[in-house]
T-cell receptor, first 108, second 120 residues
């Protein structure tokens, strides 16, 4: 089974900052890595698919990159509504449906 | 667009069976995977089970002995049964749609989640 590991588990940042979250797969998943955003009390929402494809309506300050085993989610010019928990998920081989442990972006 | 809505009891007694239903509206059951995913308080996401529209099922090995997922295409619903529940099964339970496309396997959309507490 392919596992995905996120880091850091939490990050403190201020409005306007740039935040980078990484996700590492236990083996190559080509570009099949998805990112989800979960705000408190809400369900996760698909943010980016296939490593870099922004979903409709997602602000351009969000970007994703990477391939094979190493992936990055970058949030530029952090806004108040971006303070949330972010999860990666490998879409290369299921089952199992594997999510990273999550990265909580907190207000500094 | 497609919307998913979970329904469940809220509170379950230890050792009993938890039953959840997800109703799909605004779209077809066909050609998609339908999953249950849970999130214990303050923790991450844990996949429980998935069912393809054909009825083919997959389970998380750690829960497989206690879980049954089923599909009722005529009612656009799928369900989860989790037996012999304990406090460790306390979580928000989400239903979600999955699809393999050019982006690989993507989970979208999700239901709003239903909180389940296991307590006497």
């Amino acid at each position: 089974d392919i596992q995905v590991t996120q880091s850091p588990s939490s990050v403190s940042a201020s409005v306007g900052d740039t935040v980078t979250i990484t996700c590492r797969a236990s083996q190559s998943i080509t570009s099949y890595l998805n990112w989800y955003q979960q705000t408190p009390g809400k369900a996760p929402k698909l943010l980016i698919s296939a490593a870099s494809n922004l979903q409709r309506g997602v602000p351009s300050r969000f970007s994703g990159s990477g391939s094979e085993t190493d992936f990055t989610l970058t949030i530029s010019n952090l806004q108040p509504e971006d303070f949330a928990t972010y999860y990666c998920q490998q879409g290369y081989s299921t089952p199992p449906l594997a999510f990273g442990g999550g990265t909580r972006v907190e207000i500094k | 667009q497609v919307q998913l809505q979970e329904s469940g009891p809220g509170l379950v007694q230890p050792s009993e069976t938890l039953s959840l239903t997800c109703t799909v509206s605004g779209g077809s059951i066909r050609l998609y995977y339908w999953s249950w995913i849970r999130q214990p308080p303050g923790k991450g996401l844990e996949w429980i089970a998935s069912i393809y529209y054909t009825g083919s099922t997959n389970y998380n090995p750690s829960l497989k002995s206690r879980v049954t997922i089923s599909l009722d295409t005529s009612r656009s619903q799928f369900s989860l049964k989790l037996s012999s529940v304990t406090a460790a099964d306390t979580a928000v339970y989400y239903c979600a749609r999955g699809v393999y496309d050019s982006s690989g396997y993507v989970v979208d959309p999700w239901g709003q989640g239903t909180p389940i507490s296991v307590s006497s």
